[in-house]
Each structure stands twice: as C-alpha cells, then as structure tokens.
C-alpha cells in the first residue's frame, strides 16, 4: 500500500515553543493533504485539509493562526503549532490522498507540551 | 451534520469466531466506505474499502455495504489476538467530497 511518512513521531517541549511536523508522501502524488487530531479514547478530529499550492480549508473551531499548515509540493505538507500549550498535546496525524486511490495515514506525531 | 455512527462496544469475542463490526451513514451521498484498524497509540491503518453494494472479501476479513439501508459492515473470520484494536468506519463523497467522516470506533477485544 501507499507510504506516507510523518516525522517527528514524538516531540515534547516547553510551553510557547512553536513545532513543526512533516507528512510526506513517498510513492504517490498526493493532491490532497489532510491534518486530523485525536485525544485518548476518541476517533479522528479533522483539523483542515490541505491542497497543494493554495490555502488550507480548516475545519471549524481550528483557529488557522494557531495551526500553520503548508503544502508547498504534491508530496510534502508540514503543520506548525505556534506558542504550543499544555491543552495542545494530543496525537496529530496526517494522510495523503488522490483520486485513485484511499486516504492513508501517516504514524502520527505524539506532542506534549510542558 | 453528516454522521457515522458505530457501536462503541466494547465487543468481545473468543479467538476462532467471527467478529461482526456495524457502521450506519446519514449522507446517502457518501460513494466510497473504508474500515481502518487502530492499535493503541497508533495511527489508523486501512484494512478494507468499499464502494458498491455487496460483500467484498479479502482473506479474513468481509466488508459489507447496503447503500438502500445506509448500512456497512465488516466481519473478521477466524479470530485472531492480533485483531484486537479499535476499528474506525468511514464514508467518503456526498457533500464532504474527498473528507474522511469517521465513526467513534469500536473497540474490539478477542480472548483466547
């Protein structure tokens, strides 16, 4: 199946530092790049959905300015937490998709926030 | 509000049964239908989709869908340990377009 890669898989830093987390997708062109948040024992929560070369679409109640996402090739999208806090940590998790075939998931990014 | 909705379970069954997992859609737009397995502190990976009405089988596992009922399935054969996880729903298409709209997952615990 298709390989997406996400990197770093785990970070832990102070409060106020900003993170950036890469999804590169490694066998196909994605045309579409997807940010999804989960908390403990809860499903996915779409954050925004990102499109190679123009804006993200972010989902309600996802402040933009706090959740950076650039998607500047078809094969790499980076979501940065600026001025991270405590109530960010979570699990973020990215996925590649085109027309032809399935979304698939990155290994997710564990963020604690100190 | 577009909606998947899934039984939560948890659902517990003896290694060897048959393990039936159920999902139901509210967007009769929805075209493409996709389970995805979740270990513990792991990102989800995707273990079947569908996309028209009828079974579709691969190895163990059975997905099933019934776009008149809005329904889909999966049923995992032969149970194994290893099957133990949260199992996610998701439909595709309709207003959401190229959006994953997730269930809440079932969590799936198989005894030996």
């Known amino acids: 199946g298709a390989v997406v890669s996400q990197h770093p898989s785990w970070v832990i830093c102070k409060s106020g530092t900003s993170v950036k987390i890469e999804c590169r997708s490694l066998?196909?062109?994605?045309?579409?790049m997807f940010w999804y948040r989960q908390f403990p024992k809860q499903s996915l929560m779409l954050m925004a959905t990102?499109?190679?070369?123009?804006?993200?679409?972010?989902e309600q109640g996802v402040e933009k300015d706090k959740f950076l996402i650039n998607h500047a090739s078809l094969t790499l999208s980076t979501l940065t937490v600026t001025s991270a806090h405590p109530e960010d940590s979570s699990f973020y998790i990215c996925s590649a998709w085109d027309s032809n075939q399935p979304q698939h998931f990155g290994d997710g990014t564990r963020l604690s926030i100190l | 509000q577009k909606e998947v909705e899934q039984n939560s379970g948890p659902l517990s069954v003896p290694e060897g049964a048959i393990a039936s997992l159920n999902c139901t859609y509210s967007d009769r737009g929805s075209q493409s239908f996709f389970w995805y397995r979740q270990y513990s502190g792991k990102s989800p990976e995707l273990i079947m989709s569908?996309?028209?009405?009828g079974d579709k089988e691969d190895g163990r596992f059975t997905a099933q869908l019934n776009k008149a009922s809005q329904y889909v399935s999966l049923l995992i054969r032969d149970s194994q340990p290893s099957d133990s996880a949260t199992y996610l729903c998701?439909?595709?298409?309709?207003?959401?377009?190229?959006?994953?709209?997730f269930g809440q997952g079932t969590r799936l615990t198989i005894n030996p």
């Open positions: 066998d196909f062109q994605a045309t579409t």
């Open positions: 569908i996309y028209s009405n």
């Open positions: 998701a439909a595709q298409g309709g207003e959401g377009a190229q959006k994953l709209v």
């Open positions: 990102s499109n190679e070369g123009s804006k993200a679409t972010y």
